[in-house]
């Protein structure tokens, strides 16, 4: 399965500045499977040093010297370790943390030799370190679930996903190929951007088969709470990971996840399974300007799920379930939908940068309003909904683009993209329009290239 962070990771070879790169994601979203497929592609020897089973190889790494530890690993491995030619892999790194501070000799010592290193729990150990981080000698890549173009790509619809990245608003949008692809929306919502989990829908065809798989997925996620500190309470790790699939389109409530445990302690709990991914909080902005995370209230959080698939394991839904629902849209409330949009946007940003996303509400006396997401689009907001029905029904939205001004927003549902004008009302009575671009879920890949159009 070609992922897109490959077209990343040839790039990140060939750069003069290169540094080790440090990918970062949740258990099973394919780190070490990418990298071994790179390694494949691009360099004639792979030397994999997994510090979880191996060990006995530690005390290498005790040695300061780059030149001393790739003369031990290419003794070790058998293989040799030559700049341009092989590419030496660190995987489960945060088994041995100490050896990220021994990446910045490479860059300095060794920086022709291509270095990888990849953890899943990654960030327990970047927040708590006790050792001094390469900083400026080292670099990021955050990974994410497998997106739906390369879920497409994966299934061989190669010509369907072409066709995404060049259409351009007013273009005209084949009517079968629509119906196609929200069939092929729907299946996603199912099967899931878990590599293991397209992988085995791809080979057996079976949404039970892979429905097996994302529960096993599911129940390898509480194994690792023993790894998460000793200050842990277990318990309550597991009550707030099962109650996480009910909190995607809602704002968090510490009393609906359990009336146990006090609201900090849910609070840290929450904060720990995002350090893991196994979650991502999406906070309040106020949405004044650019940054949107400069004016935020943590207070005000929703949360997305790792990753959609796992989120209809979860919560039952099925393939007939699915298929079955009159609008997809409205499956569990929303949040469903919500989820999928969400999970895009959320790794929609430079891979090296910290994935974030934002939403927007208002709460007034008989005034309440509340957008689904707002993202940053070059220098200006683009306020965003997951919605069915027609531009009259987005209140919200109007309540937003009025407050704030901005010329376009996104409106994401079932039907062929298109292009309008909407109206709200300033608090005089005053009538105020912006553009409001309409688009299928399906491309939610392509909202900023599609924003940026609308804007001109």
Same mark, same amino acid.
């Given at each position: ?9 040839? +790039? ?47 005390? @290498? ?15 070790? %491995?058998?293989?040799?370790?030559? &700049? ?56 990021? @890549? ?8 390369? %879920? ?43 590599? &293991? ?22 129940? +390898? @996620? ?18 707030? %990971? ?43 902005? +106020?949405? &004044? ?48 939908? &919500? ?7 959320? @790794? ?63 409106? %994401? ?44």
């Amino acid at each position: 399965m070609d992922r897109n962070a490959i077209r990343y990771l040839k +790039t990140w070879k060939t750069r003069q500045s290169r540094k080790p790169l440090i990918i970062r994601g949740a258990r099973q979203v394919g780190k070490s499977y990418l990298v071994r497929q790179f390694a494949e592609q691009e360099f004639k020897n792979l030397v994999e040093v997994n510090l979880e089973y191996n060990k006995d190889l530690l005390p @290498y790494f005790e040695k300061q010297d780059p030149r001393e530890i790739v003369r031990l690993l290419s003794l070790h %491995f058998n293989c040799p370790i030559v &700049e341009g030619e092989t590419l030496l892999f660190f995987d489960e790194v945060q088994a041995a943390p100490d050896i990220l501070s021994r990446l910045r000799y490479f860059y300095e010592l060794m920086p022709g030799i291509h270095v990888v290193a990849a953890g899943s729990l990654l960030d327990f150990i970047l927040e708590e370190h006790t050792f001094s981080m390469p900083v400026g000698r080292i670099e990021f @890549y955050h990974l994410g679930p497998l997106t739906f173009m390369e %879920f497409l790509r994966a299934s061989g619809d190669e010509s369907a996903a072409g066709f995404l990245e060049t259409y351009s608003i007013g273009q005209e949008f084949p009517g079968p190929l629509h119906k196609k692809l929200n069939d092929l929306f729907r299946q996603y919502l199912v099967v899931g951007g878990m590599p &293991e989990s397209i992988l085995t829908f791809i080979e057996s065809g079976s949404y039970l088969e892979t429905d097996r798989v994302k529960q096993s997925i599911l129940s +390898t @996620y509480p194994d690792d709470f023993s790894k998460y500190g000793q200050r842990v309470n277990h318990s309550l790790l597991e009550t707030v %990971f099962k109650a996480l699939p009910q909190l995607p389109g809602t704002m968090v409530k510490y009393t609906r996840i359990s009336r146990e445990f006090r609201p900090g302690a849910i609070a840290r709990a929450l904060h720990l399974l995002a350090l893991a991914r196994v979650c991502s909080p999406v906070y309040h902005s +106020t949405c &004044e300007g650019i940054p949107l995370a400069a004016k935020v209230n943590k207070k005000k959080m929703k949360v997305l799920y790792l990753d959609v698939g796992l989120l209809t394991s979860a919560c039952g839904l099925s393939m007939l379930s699915m298929e079955k629902a009159p609008d997809v849209l409205l499956v569990n409330n929303g949040s469903v939908a &919500e989820q999928f949009i969400g999970q895009h946007l959320l @790794y929609r940003q430079l891979p090296y940068r910290e994935p974030e996303l934002h939403f927007w509400s208002r709460e007034k006396p008989s005034s309440n309003a509340e957008i689904d997401f707002a993202i940053a689009v070059d220098n200006t907001i683009a306020g965003i909904e997951v919605k069915s029905g027609t531009t009259g029904s987005l209140k919200s939205l109007n309540q937003f683009m009025v407050e704030r001004k901005y010329p376009v927003a996104v409106r %994401f549902n079932l039907g062929p993209p298109s292009l309008c004008n909407a109206a709200g009302r300033m608090p005089a009575g005053d009538p105020y329009d912006y553009t409001l671009v309409s688009l299928p879920c399906y491309l939610v890949e392509q909202t900023d290239r599609l924003f940026k159009e609308a804007i001109k």
